[in-house]
């Protein structure tokens, strides 16, 4: 089954939203395999978000990520990585819909309190990253409650 990297950013954990977001993935029927409350490095959060670092709202992003804990987490099920972004909602909370965790919560970009995965591959990247430990292999008995056969 398919896992992703979801990140509640420092606001969302000064804002007390972090049950709120663990709820949602839960009851949706994903699986949490990994999770940390941890504050990184600065260079940590250059790595985690590398891509972006021609970006002109890059230095910002990196000040946002390193300014308190985040709580890192792997959560793992059918499609977690693209219906996990849409849980989360669009990367502007002006245009993340109602419902979605950003639509919901947020209203700046470099304030929108959670990241997820944007791919199986970047997942992949950002695992290894955050759990070089590596991961809890277990499953929930209630599995055939939320999967067919
Ligand atoms: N970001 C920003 N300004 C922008 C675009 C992005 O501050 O114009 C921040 C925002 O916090 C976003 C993060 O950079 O979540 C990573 O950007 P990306 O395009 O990967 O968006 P995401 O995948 O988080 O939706
Ligand atoms: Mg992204």
Known sequence: ????????????????????IISRFEKKGFYLKAMKLITVERSFAEKHYADLSSKPFFGGLVEYIVSGPVVAMVWEGKGVVATGRLMIGATKPSESVPGSIRGDYAVEVGRNVIHGSDSVGSAQKEIALWFPEGLSEWRSEMHPWIYEA
């Open 1 to 20: 089954m398919e896992t992703t990297f979801i990140m509640i950013k420092p606001d969302g954990v000064q804002r007390g939203l972090i049950g709120d």
